[in-house]
């Protein structure tokens, strides 16, 4: 009797942060993008239907590991802190962060950081990277958006971010530019709850189909051009 209220699931339920184009983000009321169609290709895979829940970037782990979502796909970088937390899938993109700076700036690369104010997204790997740059003032966004903008108006010096949004934000932006000097390799996973094994191997087992039959590249490629 117990279980009578509790209803089997039939969602697969990703957290994320629909701010980070082309891998999140609104289309209308719509949540669409990269991770959203992984996502709803593994679902498919496993017989389950996608919902999507938009929140903070900081809370998707939080609420994978309290069980609120099934897994978080944000173009999140597998990072040691993070595997202290939740576990990762394999990964399925290559990234780097890069710095947007206005035309004419003089940042040229990752040297002239040294204290400027670095516009990042609250909590993600820019964030950490930039904090760790001598002397520099951080300004920390719910959103990178809302960084780039505040770059575009000349409020920052520049705004540190993954490579695909930043291409992005700087073709919605006049006179905003991505220096050519890049900061490490970073891999993107999905986020699961810490020893949830058994949906851990699913999701491998259902990207691991995905990659081999094309249908990874197919989904990166419509949203991506090389
Ligand atoms: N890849 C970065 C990170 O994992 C940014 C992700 C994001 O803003 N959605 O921190």
Redesign the pocket.
Known sequence: LAACGKKESKELVMA??A??PP??YYDGDEIVGIDVEIAGAIAKELGLELKVEDMA?DSINVAVDSGKADIGA????V?EK?LKNVDFSDSYAT?T?VIIVQEGSDIKGVDDLVGKSVGV?L??????LAADIEDVTMERFNK?TEAVMALAQGKIDCVI??NQ?AKVFVEKNEGLVILDEKFAD?E?AISIKKGNTELLDKVNKALKTLKESGELDKIIAKYISA
Do not use: S
């Open positions: 994320t942060n701010e980070f891998y999140e970037f944000a173009g999140m970088t990072t993070r990234a962060q997204q909590g993600t790997t820019g964030d950490i990178g971010i993954d949004p970073e993107y």
